[in-house]
């Protein structure tokens, strides 16, 4: 490590774009060694959340939805934003990750294991994204999407899909794919009966 790398200064900052979804700043921005970049657009993500739902039998619990960006149907994780409400209890990425398994999947969970905080992309956006183990699951009732949204739920074997991802026979969300590998290594050092 050197003592070179320092943050950029600000020197002006306006929103450019604001919706429910998402928020542009754009910043006026000097560096160290003084090179002026003007604008940065910074994306103003809410922070978000991952979950790995894992069944008593080991298998996880998968989504597919259709992603507008890639225009594609996309095998994921049950996954969402946290939202103002979450903040009310305390742990807003737990109360976001329990709320989002019970939305697209109608389980609930008796344990989560917080496996991993990361950031989607620290150049562009200011947000971290906390991925979730959610163990001990039970059937609560359906599922509740937003409008708009619809998302199939599988069953997979976790060893499986990790071998899909590395030939490529399946793609994901880059955050997914570091939310199934902490899965796996967390629980390969689990004893089976810690699954329920």
């Known amino acids: 490590m050197t003592d070179e790398l320092k943050p950029w200064s600000v020197t002006a900052s306006r929103i450019t774009y604001e919706d429910r979804w998402i928020r542009v700043r754009s910043d ?5 060694d003084g090179t002026v970049i003007a604008p940065f657009h910074v994306l103003d993500y809410p922070d978000w959340i991952n979950v790995i739902p894992v069944m008593p039998d080991g298998r ?8 507008h960006g890639r225009g594609e149907i996309v095998l994921g994780l049950v996954a969402g934003g946290v939202e103002r409400s979450d903040s009310n209890t305390g742990d807003a990425a737990l109360a976001a990750a329990q ?3 019970r939305e697209e999947t109608g389980y609930e969970a008796s344990t989560f294991v917080k496996l991993l905080t990361s950031y989607p ?4 956006h200011s947000n971290a994204v906390t991925s979730w183990l959610a163990l001990g699951l ?3 009732g359906e599922p509740s999407f937003d409008p708009g949204e619809k998302v199939e739920l599988l069953f997979a074997d976790l060893a499986a899909i990790l071998g899909d991802l590395q030939s490529g026979a399946v793609i994901m969300q880059s955050m997914h794919v570091a ?4 899965a796996e290594s967390w629980l390969r050092t689990q004893p089976s009966d810690g699954l329920k």
């Open 121 to 124: 992309n620290a150049a562009s």
């Open 28 to 32: 006026d921005c000097v560096t160290a």
């Open 179 to 182: 939310a199934l590998y902490a």
């Open 138 to 140: 039970s059937k609560a």
């Open 99 to 101: 709320r989002e398994l």
């Open 60 to 67: 996880v619990l998968l989504t597919r939805e259709y992603r």
